[in-house]
């Protein structure tokens, strides 16, 4: 993941949007939850960012993973776990 592509979720941060992470064959691993994103951060040993939706609650997505980008989507593919992370701005609230 580029510096360029982590700035690029900034546009998402007090966004009222939906988060979700989908395994290898595009399936939920977890529902879509309407969430706003706090602030974003690489964590302590730099290889994840983390996406905080709160104070205490954030995805970890590794550094490694590949990103697209949309004005109205944000996904990150984990190559090694087959995981997407999914940011998609909604109808999202406060979570």
């Keep these: 993941m580029e510096l ?3 700035r690029s979720l ?3 941060i007090l966004e009222k949007v939906e988060v979700s992470i989908l395994d290898k064959d595009g399936e939920d691993k977890a529902p879509f939850v309407k ?3 706090r602030k974003t951060e690489l964590c302590p040993d730099g290889t994840h960012l983390r996406i905080y939706f709160d104070r205490l ?5 590794p ?3 590949e990103v697209a980008i949309s004005d109205e989507f944000w996904s990150a ?3 090694e ?7 998609k701005k909604g109808s999202g609230r406060d979570g």
Aim: net charge negative; proline share 0%; no cysteine.
């Design 10 to 12: 900034e546009s998402f």
């Design 35 to 37: 969430k706003n994103i």
């Design 77 to 79: 593919f984990d190559q």
């Design 4 to 6: 360029t592509e982590i």
């Design 63 to 65: 550094l490694t993973a």
């Design 81 to 87: 776990t087959g995981l997407t992370y999914v940011v």
């Design 57 to 61: 609650q954030f995805f970890a997505v």
